[in-house]
């Protein structure tokens, strides 16, 4: 590229450039005596500029994050977050009441279901359990579904269970529904939950109701709720078992996974009919 300062003419003369700056006129070889190099320069940036060029360019990459400070000025990392957590202080959760105090019949439990302020967080829309005790079979929800409006699992989980139940051969007025909480709760915190005493709270509603057989949709977090590792729905199983006087539960992929993913219903008939020796 042709230097935009100064062309040079055969003959050796100085040639004008009309620059936005003025008109400038620069010999071959630079003289500081003789040469407006302040009118040169800014007819230079002028010329680049209107070339599209406003700003310095170099090859070589720049940290435009670091802090400045060398290797060995480099403060620690931070703590994990887990341990910023852990030392923070978490305010316990109220417990339900003291369990001697807990409704004896199945009928006062649904009132105090209804009404128990430390059961559900404040403003959430409650569903009573229904059925009788004693039924052949309690189906237990770890809470009432989203799109429940007139009663628990009257939406679309509550549509896929009554064909579940026709397919067994159970009405649903012989079947004895609940749930471990009484209002659907956004991504609730298990864990949280038991420590405020709900999974006592279900084992003692479970005796209320007394059924025959115990059937547990969403048995992995119903088992985390009463304290067992979430994986091992086996352990959780036998502790509500021995909680209840031996009570026949079997666990089970909860009714949303069921409707999303219907390749499992054929896993739950499998272990339906041999649990129940059909």
Known sequence: MISPIALKEPTGKVKTANWTGGNVALPDTADATTTDWNAALTA???WWRDAGVDGTFVDDAQNWLASGKTEGQRSAPPP???AIISEREVPALP???DPSQWPKTLDAFRTWWMSEPLLAPAGLN??????QEQASLMVLVPMPSPDDNTSLL?????RLLDAMLAAMGIERSRTYIASAVPAYIPMPDWEG???TGLGDVLLHHITLA????????GGSRISTLLGHAPTNLAHG???INQETSGIDAMPAWDLDAMLVRPALKAGFWSRWLEWTGN
């Open 44 to 46: 230079a940036l002028d």
């Open 80 to 82: 994990p977050l887990n």
């Open 95 to 97: 417990k339900v009441g």
């Open 126 to 131: 409650r569903f009573a359990p229904e059925g």
């Open 154 to 158: 009257s939406g679309r989980g509550g």
């Open 193 to 195: 939950l038991r420590a």
């Open 210 to 217: 007394a059924p025959a057989k115990l059937l547990i949709l």
């Open 237 to 239: 199983l036998r502790g």
